[in-house]
């Protein structure tokens, strides 16, 4: 983050912790290769809190990312690849703007490296209403929760409304965002995108802006739930009760890579959509490849038999067949506690689980 007008890229490199580097390499192998039987571990990240296990799980989503671009940079590519869940609303509003931060940093790569293909690296926000907007909105709508409404309301009072999307500053250089950083586009009164840009106002040692995400080169961050059916962010950050819209909202299966035209202006397209645009596609976008679930010890009690019954259709859209073999998505967890984690992988995703600790591998003794 930007301190006294030093850019991101002038901080000393940073250093993983033996625990970290543990997690990554105990993971690669099931991320690099699908069929791998590793697949069908909970890897639990277990480490008091503050100890660093947010950096080591977006290290993987880092890893896991940038593996598929580079095996095809196509528009097949695209895509939701990492799906990160919490179980409360506070935590994932905490977590994002580390998450946003690494999406920057991934989207800089891309813009300079064509091996990464020509769709965005962008994180998406899919939380309940009363944090993001579910619908665009227009003028002539009276939804006072569309991005829209809430867009202008932030825009005519910003000391008594809140932001539209609740992120305060910009993940990549820490300048603080203002009315002037949402823009509803391409028209104010009927937009099809909320996008965000940095209007911070300091500069490097050679006079440049210190943030690279202005003007029309736009934060890699979207906040509203149909923007997010049609852009299909890699990285999806989420409340595990969202999971509740799946068998209400049928543009939610365009997150499993259930998509069917592409447009090159608005997006994905798939059979849940009223209307469809754009060409066809001659296949599908494959499901996400990393789940990542932090503060595993809260889904417990009620709430852990309802994530439990929407967990089986998780699998299930995230799932594959190859060969005749069907592939699952990788599965890891964090936790600051352990305490009966064997009984509640099990119980929820069905799979044998092990712990990393400072860099300590064992297996549990939990059997499928």
Not at 238 to 249: G, H, I, M, R, S
Not at 268 to 281: A, Q
């Amino acid at each position: 983050m930007l301190t006294d007008n030093i850019s991101p890229e002038d901080f000393p490199p940073p250093k993983w912790r033996p625990f970290q580097l543990a997690f990554l390499l105990l993971n690669l192998v099931s991320i690099t290769n699908p069929e791998n039987s590793d697949r069908e571990i909970v890897d639990l990240l277990f480490f008091p809190t503050g100890g660093g296990k947010t950096e080591a799980y977006l290290g993987l989503a880092a890893f896991t990312l940038v593996l598929r671009r580079l095996r095809d940079p196509s528009i097949y590519s695209a895509g939701v690849s990492v799906l990160m869940r919490y179980t409360l609303r506070l935590l994932t509003l905490d977590q994002l703007e580390r998450a946003a931060t690494l999406i920057c940093a991934l989207e800089l790569q891309r813009q300079h490296n064509p091996k990464l293909g020509n769709h965005p690296f962008e994180i998406g926000l899919w939380v309940g209403q009363s944090a993001t907007p579910n619908k665009m909105g227009s003028k002539r709508d009276k939804d006072e929760n569309s991005a829209h409404a809430r867009t202008h309301a932030y825009q005519r009072d910003d000391k008594a409304k809140p932001k539209p999307v609740p992120l305060e500053r910009c993940p990549w250089c820490g300048a603080e965002l203002t009315t002037n950083s949402f823009q509803l586009l391409p028209n104010p009164d009927a937009p099809t995108d909320l996008r965000l840009i940095c209007v911070g106002s300091k500069k490097r040692a050679d006079g440049k802006p210190a943030c690279v995400f202005r003007r029309n080169n736009f934060l890699p961050l979207i906040a509203v739930d149909e923007q997010i059916y049609r852009r299909l962010p890699c990285f999806i950050i989420a409340t595990v009760d969202k999971f509740a819209n799946l068998p209400w909202v049928g543009q939610t299966g365009a997150l499993f890579g259930k998509v069917t035209h592409y447009d090159d202006r608005d997006g994905f397209y798939g059979t849940g959509d009223p209307k469809i645009k754009g060409r066809s596609l001659e296949k599908r976008l494959p499901p996400p490849d990393l789940v990542i679930q932090d503060e595993l010890h809260l889904i417990s009690g009620p709430l852990g038999t309802m994530v439990g019954l929407y967990e089986t259709a998780i699998d299930a859209l995230c799932s594959v067949t190859n060969n005749d073999k069907t592939i699952r998505p990788k599965i890891v967890a964090s936790t600051a506690t352990v305490r009966r984690a064997d009984r509640q992988i099990q119980a929820l995703c069905d799979v044998l689980s092990r712990y990393t600790l400072a860099g300590i591998m064992g297996a549990s003794k939990s059997q499928n």
